[in-house]
């Protein structure tokens, strides 16, 4: 049976060429800051992003942890909004590591706005408060259904934390799925932002890794505290080769993602079983049921046909398209999805 495997775009396998370039790729102990392929990665994303430096790390959660880390201490306060990952999907790693409290906001689908993002910085010289150091935003959103800031509006927010001297951290896991939306210049986020985490292991197909981004000064804080996690890796070239892969052969081909995630919206707003769907803007598509399926249910239909989805609350289904969702596996969820509305079902 086809396989459409529509739960994250997380679930990429390297692809021959890719797996070509990591077998070539020339190594060293990378603790020691000798792994030339590690180098070249570090360099190119933060140039990429207008920034100083960068930092290879295994996971898109030690890069945000470090961050925060860096940019905290304990009887300090983050404001972000309350579907961040970083608060949602990181185990409680802001208190277990940085002992810093959070402010949330209820944003909409998982946005801020400048004027909410002030109203929950603290007072200064109180002492009932704790005292807020850093605003951290995520882009896209993914509780929020893959929706984008703009340039734009992360220039407010950046104003708003200049004014309150906060520092302004991006999630950026799927940064280049709202470059390549929005067509804004990924080297202008460099001045907005202190940090930066970058996942190539999402929509871009790498197997494994994320990239911090930030200034010399606060890379050379993160290498540390990077090690203190056990995230010191050695002859991981081979896992940086295929970012760089990643980097230059899989960012243009999201529009790709994004086509085939509309098109997947366009069927499911004609289906009876469906309550509504979250605007697409890029590769999440994340659409509420009606009582004719419970989310478990709907998700047992698809399984059926093989196609695999992630049930994201109740009544609530999400899919992700990605690199190796085959025009096949789109046409046979489509039609899956029409033949589900004339089913009878009981719920
Ligand atoms: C996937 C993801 C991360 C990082 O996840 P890891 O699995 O730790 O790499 C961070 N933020 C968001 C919004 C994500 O979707």
Redesign the pocket.
């Known amino acids: 049976m086809l396989i459409t495997d529509l739960r994250s775009d ?1 679930v990429t396998k390297p692809t021959p060429e890719m797996l070509q370039a990591m077998f070539a790729a020339p190594v060293g102990d990378d603790v020691y800051g000798e792994d030339p392929t590690i180098n070249v990665l570090e360099e190119k994303a933060a140039a990429m992003f207008g920034m100083e430096a960068g930092l290879f790390c295994p ?4 890069t ?1 942890q470090i961050a925060i880390k860096v940019h905290t201490q304990p009887l300090t306060e983050v404001i972000c909004d309350v579907s961040a ?2 608060y949602q ?1 990181e185990g409680g790693g802001i208190s277990f590591n940085s002992g810093a409290s959070m402010a949330l906001v209820h944003g909409v689908r998982g946005k801020m706005t400048p004027a909410q993002v002030e109203a929950h910085v603290r007072p200064l010289d109180n002492v009932h408060f704790p005292e807020t150091k850093l605003v951290a935003l ?1 882009n896209t959103c ?1 509780r929020g259904g893959g929706n984008y800031y703009t340039l734009e509006e992360i220039a407010a927010i950046a104003e708003v934390c200049q004014r309150h001297s906060l520092a302004l951290h991006l ?1 950026g ?2 940064v280049f799925n709202a470059l390549v939306a929005s067509g804004d210049d990924a080297k202008a986020y460099g001045s907005y932002f202190d940090s930066i ?1 970058v ?1 190539l ?2 929509g871009l197909g790498a197997p494994v890794g ?1 990239v911090l981004l930030g200034s010399k000064e606060f890379i050379k804080r993160s290498r540390r505290v990077r090690k203190v996690l056990g995230g010191g890796m050695r002859q991981a070239g081979y896992l940086a080769a295929a970012c760089i892969y990643a980097l230059d052969n899989n960012v243009e081909r999201l529009q790709e993602d994004h086509r085939k995630a509309r098109e997947i919206e366009q069927v499911l707003l004609q289906q009876d079983y469906v309550e509504d769907v979250f605007s697409v803007e890029t590769n999440i598509v994340i659409f509420r049921l009606n009582d004719r399926y419970t989310d478990a249910a709907f998700v047992e239909a698809l399984a059926k046909e093989g196609i695999k989805a992630v049930s994201f609350g109740p009544q609530m289904v999400r899919f992700v398209t990605h690199l190796d969702i085959s025009e096949e596996m789109l046409q046979h969820t489509l039609k899956t999805l029409k033949t589900l509305s004339k089913q009878e079902v009981s719920v």
């Open positions: 997380t996971s898109g959660t030690m945000n990952h970083i999907y995520e993914n999630d896991a799927r985490s996942c292991s999402k994320s």
